[in-house]
């Protein structure tokens, strides 16, 4: 399960719309989930990536790449599942390029869907996004914030715990939410759903 994880990384250009569901289904039948990593070169996708824990969940995830929001329509990509906004607080275009992604985001996936990794807030004295402009972006999208740093590979491995988690929960396969939705959809069999 471990090894599996992250070996098959894509790169999406940008283009049209996207949204839950849309896509292929995932044909691996273990907890799965496409993760589509959004924001510029050198924010720290590819690290993020490459340093994933893949120890610590049953969780497969398989990476998906863009640089920006909307994504080309296509027709055999695969359905994703999850979105990470990435900015770099001291690189104002990662900063920008989020900020116009999230506008172009189905509000399908603003639902608990996606979340934004803040990193290098280590550095404020480099930083060229303030504090309250981050805190605004994510107030006015309602949008939940992870921050950390991937320059060491301790810190990369505790940030992708948390992620990995917020993931689980958001594809429905973390505790409570897993089991509710399977003994709900066990229910809807077409012999009693009109009864």
């Known amino acids: 399960m471990g090894g599996d994880q992250h070996d098959t990384m894509a790169d999406v250009q940008g283009g049209a719309g996207l949204s839950p569901f849309d896509g292929l289904p995932s044909q691996n039948v273990q907890a799965h989930a496409v993760v589509l990593m959004v924001g510029i070169v050198g924010v720290g996708k590819r690290s993020l990536a490459a340093g ?24 055999d990509r695969p359905r994703i599942d999850y979105i990470l906004f990435m900015i770099d607080v001291t690189n104002r275009a990662s900063f920008e390029v989020v900020k ?7 509000p399908g996936f603003l639902h608990g869907r996606c979340c934004v990794l803040i990193t290098r807030m280590d550095k404020p004295m480099v930083a060229s996004v303030a504090a309250d402009e981050l805190d605004a972006l994510l107030e006015e999208y ?16 505790v940030v992708s715990d948390r992620l990995t988690a ?12 897993h089991a509710v939705l399977s003994t709900m959809i066990a229910s809807l069999t077409p012999n009693n759903l009109f009864e």
């Open 52 to 75: 994933w824990n893949t120890d610590a969940s049953s969780l497969a995830i398989q990476f998906r790449i863009a640089e920006k929001l909307p994504l080309a329509q296509k027709a």
């Open 100 to 106: 116009a992604s999230l506008r172009s985001a189905d």
């Open 142 to 157: 309602d949008v939940p914030a992870f921050y950390g740093n991937l320059s060491c590979p301790t810190d990369t491995r």
């Open 166 to 177: 917020a993931i689980r929960v958001a594809c429905g396969y973390g505790g409570a939410t």
